[in-house]
């Protein structure tokens, strides 16, 4: 079993819905990092978590640290958001800044 | 544009043959870590340089070897390359070595093995 899972693997929207991107993680984390990698392969980083949430623009991420679960929300999507989104976690400050990832979901949003 | 370079963006090469892949990270960060990506695997940590030292080391071959340099620019060297080293390599950086910090990406090496 991966130490973090995501789902779905693959989601296809109609432009204007609102998404939801999971992640669950078995391992003990410092911080959840969500990733979004264009078909061009480029990766980008979008949140930085520990707790809580965070928002950004049409963005929003939680983490519940108990449950080991975080989410991505995009609302209003728009064919643009059509990209991987990787989930990826910290396994501990005293391990520098290792990532594990999980597999990635697929979104592609349709006009 | 996150500031990290790679060079080069495209490599293709013979089996058998050695490689070095190139980072240079953003202004100021003392980190540089190094990341495999494949079809079958997905993204994987390599391994994590901080200020000239080893910090953290994944599931990277002995093939394999890196370095940062004095000017904290990094080298991923691939030697007796192999079919399945084809790939996606990226690079990051990111200030410190901290285990809660955003780490930027280069825009990555793609590598094929023939």
């Known amino acids: 079993k991966n130490e973090v899972e995501q789902s779905p693997q693959n989601l296809t929207a109609q432009e204007g819905e609102f998404i939801t991107i999971n992640c669950s993680y078995s391992v003990g984390i410092s911080a959840l990092h969500w990733l979004q990698q264009h078909p061009g392969g480029g990766i980008v980083s979008l949140f930085m978590l520990s707790s809580g949430k965070k928002k950004h623009g049409r963005l929003i991420a939680t983490i519940n640290i108990q449950e080991k679960h975080s989410s991505l929300h995009i609302t209003a999507s728009h064919p643009r958001d059509s990209a991987v989104y990787i989930c990826a976690v910290n396994v501990g400050s005293f391990q520098g800044g290792k990532l594990i990832f999980g597999q990635g979901t697929e979104l592609s949003v349709k006009p | 544009d996150s500031g990290v370079t790679q060079t080069p963006k495209h490599l293709i090469t013979a089996t058998g043959q050695r490689v070095t892949l190139r980072c240079s990270p953003r202004s100021g960060d003392l980190s540089v870590y190094w990341y495999q990506q494949s079809l079958d695997q997905g993204l994987q940590f390599l391994i994590q340089?901080?200020?000239?030292?080893?910090?953290a080391k994944g599931n990277i071959l002995e093939r394999f070897s890196a370095q940062q340099f004095p000017d904290l620019h990094s080298e991923l060297n691939l030697s007796s390359l192999e079919l399945g080293d084809s790939a996606l390599y990226f690079c990051?950086?990111?200030?410190?070595?901290?285990?809660?910090?955003?780490?930027?990406f280069g825009p990555g090496t793609r590598l094929l093995v023939l």
């Open positions: 990051a950086s990111s200030p410190q070595s901290a285990g809660q910090e955003t780490q930027y």
């Open positions: 340089y901080y200020n000239g030292e080893e910090r």
